[in-house]
């Protein structure tokens, strides 16, 4: 059987038929209530053109999205346009051999026999940052858990030390915030207001990361990624200046923010369900036992896991995945042309009941295998799947694991009166106003 010619989707016949007031009402919430709206409109396969023309798919279901991102991988590749102003040809960004080769280069980074050293970093500096709350005082906590994992990405990855660059970092990714999915139709060398914005974040990153190569030389190389990536030559040879850049950058920006808005929404889930916070509390205590984690400590914080895989369900960092089909290929018996763009919507398919019973509540425990709170195999992807998924998985949730429980050993967070907490769903999903929350003693 022949595949049938497109899925459904919105057109103007369809879209003019539809009342106004409920037009402007989607539009006025932002981009996830439209996305929302034509997925229960026209089902898991939605088919629409975007303003050049080409055609583009969204997509929910978790067979559809297996495919694109396992069975048929070698027939996608990353569509990357948004970023590579900023992160050139790193390996978010990157495509074909030359991405292969540069995975293998950077894996051994994340080999196990590592991570030991980075999780005493990541403790190390989640103390020292807690040390210097004070009860009864309201912290914006997404700016802290931002600075807490830059400093701990920068310090573990890279051997250095953030402190001073901070408001830097944070003017940066508020500028790739800000622009990236508006690229220009302009060449580069045309000074737009856009190209100077987008420029100017790229000169500061710049002068963060470049003295950092340049400083880092044979005499005082270490075991972190940039000694790694510039001393250790892989199939190529040793990296250029500026694909070292690229790949530092990359790490840099991408290991911390996902990372921060995890734990950001973390917090916030557990300052709105007291039980689960105090269950996760019970465990830190008896696991820990008032000394500070280790990474001996991983395995046994079974449930602070459960709490931080249930908030990566509900509030996915990367809550979107864009594909481009680099072959004409089909998914879910649809035919796919070659240059057609794809959207894997993981928001929508980690919140769909069919796959999560009871998808808007918080309920760590569905994780666990006899709770049945998970329905498909293929419906929990927060750092992707296949061949790219996220190179830096294992040391995230190594990260939020011991980062959370360091905090909840210390302390309590509940959020602030007025706050008003919606998503903001731009390059990551982030809250779009600061979540404002009250320091409070840890209570037995």
């Not at 996830?32 to 053109?49: H, K, M, N, Q, S």
């Not at 830059?150 to 970092?169: E, G, I, K, P």
């Not at 911390?256 to 557990?270: F, I, Q």
Request: proline share 8%; net charge neutral.
């Amino acid at each position: 059987m022949s595949p049938s010619p497109r899925p459904p989707g919105p057109t103007w016949a369809t879209e003019t038929r539809r009342p106004w007031k409920v037009i402007y009402s989607e539009i006025s919430r932002g981009l996830l209530p439209i996305v929302r709206g034509r997925f229960e409109r026209f089902g898991d396969l939605v088919y629409a053109t975007n303003l050049t023309g080409t055609p583009l798919y969204s997509l929910r279901h978790p067979d559809h999205i297996h495919e694109v991102l396992v069975t048929r991988a070698t027939d996608f590749t990353k569509r990357s346009k948004d970023l590579e102003v900023y992160l050139g040809q790193g390996l978010f960004t990157s495509n074909g051999e030359f991405w292969r080769k540069q995975r293998r280069l950077i894996q051994p980074a994340f080999h196990k026999e590592n991570m030991s050293r980075y999780a005493e970093v990541m403790i190390e500096h989640t103390r020292q940052k807690v040390a210097t709350w004070v009860p009864g005082e309201i912290r914006d906590i997404n700016r802290e858990m931002m600075e807490l994992t830059l400093t701990v990405v920068a310090r573990a990855l890279l051997n250095y030390d953030t402190q001073r660059d901070h408001l830097t970092v944070a003017k940066a990714m508020g500028v790739i915030q800000e622009t990236a999915g508006f690229p220009s139709i302009l060449p580069r060398w045309v000074p737009t207001p856009l190209h100077k914005k987008q420029q100017a974040a790229i000169d500061a990153l710049d002068g963060i990361i470049l003295p950092m190569i340049d400083a880092c030389t044979p005499e005082n190389r270490g075991t972190d990624l940039l000694s790694l990536l510039k001393f250790e030559p892989g199939e190529a040879g040793p990296m250029s200046r500026q694909q070292l850049r690229d790949e530092l950058v990359t790490m840099f920006m991408a290991g911390h923010e996902t990372t921060a808005l995890a734990l950001t929404w973390t917090l916030y889930l557990l300052s709105q369900n007291r039980e689960e916070e105090r269950r996760m509390q019970a465990e830190v205590d008896r696991v820990l036992e008032g000394r500070p984690a280790t990474f001996a400590d991983l395995e046994r914080l079974e449930y602070v896991r459960l709490v931080v895989q249930e908030s990566l369900r509900m509030f996915p960092p990367l809550y979107l995945t864009p594909r481009v089909a680099a072959t004409d290929t089909e998914v879910g018996g649809f035919p796919i042309k070659k240059g057609s763009e794809l959207l894997i919507w993981t928001y929508f398919l980690q919140r769909d009941e069919r796959w999560f019973p009871d998808p808007a509540r918080f309920w760590p425990e569905r994780f666990l295998p006899e709770t049945q709170g998970v329905l498909h195999p293929h419906a929990f992807i927060p750092f992707g799947a296949g061949p790219r998924a996220c190179i830096g998985r294992h040391f995230a949730m190594a990260e939020l694991v011991l980062m959370l429980a360091s905090i909840a050993q210390r302390c309590e967070l509940r959020l602030a009166p007025g706050q008003d907490v919606r998503m903001n769903a731009r390059v990551t999903l982030a809250p779009q106003f600061p979540i404002q929350m009250e320091i409070l003693e840890r209570r037995s």
